[in-house]
Nanobody, 114 residues
Framework: QVQLVESGGGLVQPGGSLRLSCAASGIFFSSYSMGWYRQAPEKQRELVATIYRDRSTQYVDSVKGRFTISRDNAKNTVYLQMNSLKLEDTAVYYC????????WGQGTQVTVSS
């Protein structure tokens, strides 16, 4: 059974940092590209960052220079380091395993508020 389990969300003040983790099981992790998505209330889910099998990365413009995606294939885990958080980063963050078949995690809430 495939599982993607996100963790690390929470409440943080503007300018703060959080590190999200997504632990995968039931898949050959290193053969998948991994993505972090987010969905704010009443908005569509958007792609935030992707890390490919060769560890190359892509980011949406709004998080460039602030967020870093990384992966540890030995731990079957993908991370999203989020620095200089802004109010508009508030959302539920989801990880996705992208391959011939794709899988989603259940999401973790990130709230940026003073």
């Amino acid at each position: 059974q495939v599982q993607l389990v996100e963790s690390g969300g929470g409440l943080v003040q503007p300018g703060g940092s959080l590190r999200l983790s997504c632990a995968a099981s039931g898949i050959f992790f290193s053969s998948y590209s991994m993505g972090w998505y987010r969905q704010a209330p009443e908005k569509q889910r958007e792609l935030v960052a992707t890390i490919y099998r060769d560890r190359s990365t892509q980011y949406v413009d709004s998080v460039k220079g602030r967020f870093t995606i990384s992966r540890d294939n030995a731990k079957n885990t993908v991370y999203l380091q989020m620095n200089s958080l802004k109010l508009e980063d508030t959302a539920v963050y989801y990880c996705r395993a992208i391959g011939t078949v794709t899988y989603w995690g259940q999401g973790t809430q990130v709230t940026v508020s003073s």
